[in-house]
């Protein structure tokens, strides 16, 4: 007899490890898939540098507004940003266009925290489109530091906004956060 009750505690035991195990497993994996956004991957797939369309004066070079845009468009952010962060301190009515293509030229440099300043700066100074654009902006940078619960709530608000430049993709990525 006390053999019967050794084999059926034993079994018993076995079949509660085997179930904590498999309780383990799931809860492991779900975790997993549930945290495996790729941030980086998906700022690379999403970002495009914003176009940057400021100069009034065509082809002026002593217009430093011009050779900063000039510079921006041709890659060369490290003279396109202390031109716009010049103007963004002295021309306020022109803030958000500024600030997203200083932001830009930031993001571009791997310079998120900074790039994320400016971009608030946008959404809270800037007219409706550039507070979109500066929200989508700031959602991908985020996306980039791993930051994928507020990228998230970025994306769901641009996607739900017919009126938000980025709409069509925030739809998308929202899929695929």
Known sequence: MAKKENSAS??????LLAVIAGLLLVTLIFKNFKGSVD?????????QKYPLNLSKDA???????????????EGKYDIALPILESFIRTQGNVRGKLG???ACCLLETGKDAEAIAHLDQVMENGLGGEKTQA???KALALLRQNKVEPAKELVRQLSVDIYAVHHEQ???LIKKL
């Open 10 to 15: 034993w079994n018993i035991r076995t079949i």
């Open 39 to 47: 941030g980086v991957a998906l700022y690379q797939e999403y970002f």
């Open 59 to 73: 082809a002026n070079p002593n217009n430093r507004i011009y050779t900063a845009e000039t510079a921006y468009n």
């Open 100 to 102: 997203l293509g200083a």
């Open 135 to 137: 929200k989508w902006y």
């Open 170 to 172: 925030a739809k998308e």
